[in-house]
Nanobody, 125 residues
């Protein structure tokens, strides 16, 4: 059974940086696309980044492009989301998600079978 365990996040002032990690277990992470989503109260879960399996291509939502970086450490089966130049609108609960797909990066939550528990990031205004 695939499990995703998140850590990181926290509180940072505007312009600061945070990192969130997602530890993968239960299968071969190399065969899974990994996505990151953000959710704020009253809104649907928003896709923000993804790394595809097989070719490691990375994709970002326009709202985070150039500020957020998704990376994968195969040695310890962990995916990271490095967030820089943070803004108050980046506040939310961040979720990692995984699904066994090659060369494809799902862009909506319903395409992912496995989810982390969520990690909160707060950027006060």
């Amino acid at each position: 059974q695939v499990q995703l365990v998140q850590s990181g996040g926290g509180l940072v002032q505007p312009g600061g940086s945070l990192s969130v990690s997602c530890a993968f277990s239960g299968d071969d992470m190399a065969t899974y696309a990994i996505g990151w989503f953000r959710q704020t109260p009253g809104k649907e879960r928003e896709w923000i980044a993804c790394m595809s399996a097989g070719n490691g291509r990375r994709f970002y939502a326009d709202s985070v492009k150039g500020r957020f970086t998704i990376s994968r450490d195969s040695g310890n089966d962990t995916v990271y989301l490095q967030m820089t130049s943070l803004k108050p609108e980046d506040t939310g609960v961040y979720y990692c998600a995984a699904d066994e797909k090659y060369y494809y990066c799902p862009g909506w939550a319903g395409e992912y079978a496995y989810w982390g528990q969520g990690t909160e990031a707060t950027v006060p205004s």
